[in-house]
């Protein structure tokens, strides 16, 4: 493989990855959900009754639901047996140890805390490590992830480099470090960093993967400090694939292995088992250091539940240690990422903007760019979105002005933030790619409309997280 500095160099790359028609899924469909296909009119009756904002449909009423990959798997015919093999005791349940032999095998950590999603284990690490004023380094922090920095009163410190931020540029591995910026960063003062976190894959600018290279340069840079380093690795097995097939010297690798060797460069992990783990809900920390297990032990118990089972029943367990073996499978991670790059290239062919390169688990669309005539005060993601629910019945996520945008208390003024994107998460195993079709034919529609599309404005908003629950009306 070349060298991947230049952009040339890097269509090269794209085009190793197997070109969709070279390939079928490489599962079949032992059972069916059937979906209700709405009346433009009823969704138009549907949408305005929900106060213009697609949190709040009925989800019966949306017919290709993208709204997240988070906890919307489908799961195998090996996890649904998992579940009638729960061993439902209080303490020392056998689907807990089936659990910590999956993460021992993959990640290579020997102590593992169950919890009932990510953010459970969130507040565990944060709680058992993290003290007022410390700073938390990483590549860029999770929403959730962040909150529960800011609920230990302390500082979230993104040190994402330069290329992630950039929209429209097709360069690799976006979710990579700047690592000056994060030796700096540690150099202010590195008693109060009291560990480093690498999000794999960097969801909050596109599911865009960390590279092994940074990674270990990370892991360097953390140790000469002594700092220890954790991975967000909610999406783990994605962030494997791309290393594979994107970095040099690690074609002839195995996802496990190259699983192994991302995992060796750090301490533990707290990881969303809603997305890589391939179940509907759970979650877990590892750790390689029993000390350090131990110390989050004491916050686990009270608010988790006890050290086995940790907010979930043993089946869940069991369901979450059969997908972390299913997700690592080379054939499921190339029909996976790869139906997500599918629609990326059907949108890209109909004329409307993305995130480029296409990440893990999504398709940004760039609003602002759709719908260039919308000032941010109306909103263009979100009525985006509300003209996708319109047009087709598919649900998306706006992440734009109302996501991340507020208001300054002070001059009352809005602050906007950089981008404004609607999000297509696509679940996985769920959708087949003539799901993915009718989503692009639907989008070409509503931008074969786009300059009639019309702004919205808040008439009702919460103090925070306000895109959950705002209502809009049209202006
Ligand atoms: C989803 C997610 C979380 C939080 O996990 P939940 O299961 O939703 O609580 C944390 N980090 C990342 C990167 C995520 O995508």
Redesign the pocket.
Known sequence: MPGLSTMSDEREVWQMFRSRDEYAEPFRIKVVEMLRETTREERETLIKEAGYNAFSLPSDAVYIDLLSD??TSAMSDRQWAGLMLGDEAYAGSRNYFNLKGSVKDIMGFDFVAPAH????A?HVLMSALVKEGDRVLGNMH?D??EGHILLRGAEPVNCLAEQGYKVGEETLFKGDFDLRRLEDEIQKDPRKVPFVLI?VTC?NNGGQPVSMKNIREVSKIARKYGIPVFF?A??FAENCWFIKHLEPGYSGKTIPEIAREMFSYGDGC?M????DALVNIG?LLAFRDEAMYRKALEWQIPFEGFATYGGLAGRDMEAMARGLREVIDEAYLEERIGQVRYLGDLLLRAGIPIVRPTGGHGVYIDAAAMLPHLPRKEFPAQALVVELYIEGGIRGVELGGCAFGRVDPETGEDIWPALELVRLAVPRRVYTDRHMAQVAKALSRVKGRASSVRGLRITYQAPVLRHFTAKFERV
């Open positions: 988070s906890g999603q990510g953010r459970g969130e999770f959730t992830t999000t969801n967000d909610a999406r707290t969303s088992a809603k997305k979650g």
